[in-house]
């Protein structure tokens, strides 16, 4: 356990209106005069995740008994900590009406040309959804046709689809974004475009069905390939279990029929079956002069849907500002609660644990609560603990805050998501997601220095980490958001030891039941991190403004509306 001594805010000590008079700027304390911010403790948050991950709670899926008790655990130990609920209903959550729809009876896939067939394997070969809320959706010999990376992007002079008419027809597309080559250097990505090596928006496969349905698609099928899409086969595969979705007014009526991914060797089969040479069309999909190619071959299948609607919930706590005014605003802490409850078993495991995600930094969170309860006062801005349901299902508890927030966003200072921690001892460093977004970032900078830690952009930016967890909505809304991270240089191990079991988490427990907890964990690194979020949360709370975005920063414009909006009212 450590004890991180911050330098004090001038809350503590003085009258908090000379004190604002008195600081101009953001964070900048008085020279001198320390406060020591509460200490993190690691055992705790172990004790949080043994609960949490536990086969009573059944792999935490929405909508399940696992539901019911997550809920009412995390609602308990905020009640015993005195945070106050914090929803202005009086409670402790926010419905979130979800549906689900699970795919019934493995179906099969048929691709065809002439009498030749290929028949996709449910699961092994290829797993499909629909977000359609339906009984019954289907591709009756709907054409294929290959839409290269499927990216519409005019600010890097970008259209694969070239006008073509893709109604009815099925799209097959691959996932990231066109990999093209930095002219001054083959063996770079042009920064230029698509910001070179890291991932942007288009990348992810989220963008691809969003294209399908806005251009009328029947469906969408990508192709897998591990190193673009940041995880294995194996990771969509639990697509197969039951699909949730905002209950939105159209139904989803206005989506592809049909959305899912074929694996890369079916893909190559079904290129091979057009007459096409997968490799060398794919090639061809990293010039802007490619045009959707048809394929000649036509796709059948038939998803029957059993459709269940419920209220999730969103757990949300909150510790009341002591600053007269600023305490209407906010200083958000999310974590996920959910993970994928019960499912195809793997090595005779049927529950789908998520310790590591996302019961771990759930524990986090509540930790960190704790230790703002222990401060001799509270911050002057409020801080809200929001534990957000469905982020495994595609954001969704996280999306429907930032969509019917209970507290509104312009008066959100900012969100410090925590999805999955460091189990594996201190670090040297800390990898940000996105860094150089918002001035968010300068707090992180600032008390990692104070941990003698060096802070470095993430490493993968290949994965677009940033648009993968609950911090993603608040930022496409507008509000500074950051993915709290951890680092990977380990102190007192191996150079490699770091990378080592990133790799070995991703390839071997990620989203599979064997992410429980492990006998050589060490919950410093934790303690480390969560030392740090307190530390930004809290110098963010006590700032005399609000952090903002960088200028360049895609949400920028976003945030700018946003506070106009409010000032107007
Ligand atoms: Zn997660």
Same mark, same amino acid.
């Given at each position: 356990m450590r004890r991180f001594t911050v330098p004090i805010l001038c809350a503590l000590t003085l009258a908090s209106a000379s004190c604002r008079q008195a600081q101009p700027?953001?964070?900048?304390?008085?020279?001198?005069?320390?406060?020591?911010?509460?200490?993190?403790?690691?055992?705790?948050?172990?004790?949080?995740i043994k609960v949490l991950a536990s086969d009573e709670y059944e792999g935490r899926a929405p909508g399940t008994k696992g539901e019911d008790l997550t809920v009412a655990y995390i609602t308990d130990q905020l009640k015993q900590l005195g945070i106050k609920p914090g929803n202005t209903d009086g409670t402790y959550v926010q419905s979130v009406p979800l549906v689900g729809i699970t795919v019934q009876q493995s179906p099969t896939l048929t691709f065809r040309k002439g009498a030749s067939r290929q028949s996709l394997k449910w699961r092994d070969d290829y797993v499909a959804w629909t977000k359609r809320v339906v009984e019954k959706v289907s591709l009756d010999r709907s054409d294929l046709v290959f839409v290269g990376y499927g990216v519409q992007a005019p600010e890097f002079d970008w259209d694969d689809y070239k006008g073509a008419d893709l109604k009815g027809k099925t799209m097959v597309v691959l996932v990231g974004d066109p990999p093209v080559k930095d002219p001054a250097n083959p063996d770079a990505l042009d920064p230029n475009v698509f910001e070179g090596r890291a991932m942007t928006y288009y990348g992810r496969w989220t963008y691809k069905?969003?294209?399908g349905a806005k251009l009328g698609a029947a469906g969408v099928l990508i192709v897998h390939e591990t190193g673009p899409a940041g995880y294995p086969f194996a990771v969509v595969q639990g697509k197969t279990a039951e699909q949730f979705d905002l209950?939105?007014?159209?139904?989803?009526?206005?989506?592809?029929?049909?959305?899912?991914?074929?694996?890369?060797?079916?893909?190559?089969?079904?290129?091979?079956?057009?007459g096409q040479d997968y490799d060398a069309l794919k090639k061809q999909a990293v010039t802007r002069e490619f045009k959707p190619v048809p394929l000649g071959v036509s796709a059948s299948v038939t998803l029957a849907n059993a459709i269940r609607t419920i209220d999730s919930r969103n757990v949300v706590g909150k510790l009341d500002g002591s600053d007269p005014k600023l305490k209407d605003e906010y200083v958000i802490y999310t974590a996920h609660w959910d993970h994928f409850g019960v499912g195809v078993p793997v090595n005779g495991d049927r529950i789908y644990h998520g310790a590591q995600d996302n019961a771990s930094g759930v524990g986090g969170v509540i930790e960190i609560a704790r230790a703002f309860t222990k401060l001799p006062m509270p911050p002057r801005r409020s801080i809200l603990f929001l534990f957000v349901t469905a982020e495994e299902q595609g954001l969704l508890g996280s999306g429907y805050y930032a969509m019917s927030p209970i507290y509104p966003l312009a008066r959100t200072a900012a969100v410090i998501n925590i999805d999955g921690m460091n189990l594996h001892g201190r670090t040297r460093d800390l990898e940000i997601v996105g860094l150089g977004l918002s001035d968010l970032d300068d707090y992180m900078q600032k008390a990692a220095a104070e941990q003698g830690r060096i802070v470095k952009p993430d490493q993968e930016p290949e994965k677009g980490g940033y648009f993968r967890s609950d911090h993603f909505p608040f930022a496409k809304e507008g509000t500074p958001a950051i993915n709290a991270g951890g680092g990977i240089d380990y102190i007192d191990r191996p150079v490699d030891y770091g990378r080592k079991v990133?790799?070995?988490?991703?390839?071997?427990?990620?989203?599979?039941?064997?992410?429980?907890?492990r006998p $050589?964990?060490? #919950?410093? &690194? !934790?303690?480390?991190?969560?030392?740090?979020?307190?530390?930004?949360?809290?110098?963010?709370?006590?700032?005399?403004?609000?952090?903002?975005?960088?200028?360049?920063?895609?949400?920028?414009?976003?945030? $700018?509306?946003? #506070?106009? &909006? !409010?000032?107007?009212?």
């Open positions: 700027a953001q964070q900048t304390p008085p020279a001198g005069a320390a406060v020591t911010l509460p200490p993190i403790d690691g055992a705790a948050v172990l004790e949080h069905y969003e294209m209950v939105r007014p159209d139904k989803n009526m206005g989506r592809a029929a049909v959305e899912g991914w074929i694996t890369l060797d079916q893909a190559k089969e079904l290129f091979a079956t057009a990133r790799d070995a988490y991703t390839a071997n427990d990620y989203h599979k039941p064997s992410d429980t907890i $050589d964990w060490d #919950l410093s &690194g !934790a303690v480390q991190d969560l030392g740090l979020y307190l530390t930004v949360g809290y110098r963010v709370a006590q700032a005399e403004k609000m952090p903002e975005w960088k200028s360049g920063a895609r949400w920028k414009a976003r945030r $700018d509306e946003q #506070l106009k &909006g !409010a000032a107007g009212k």
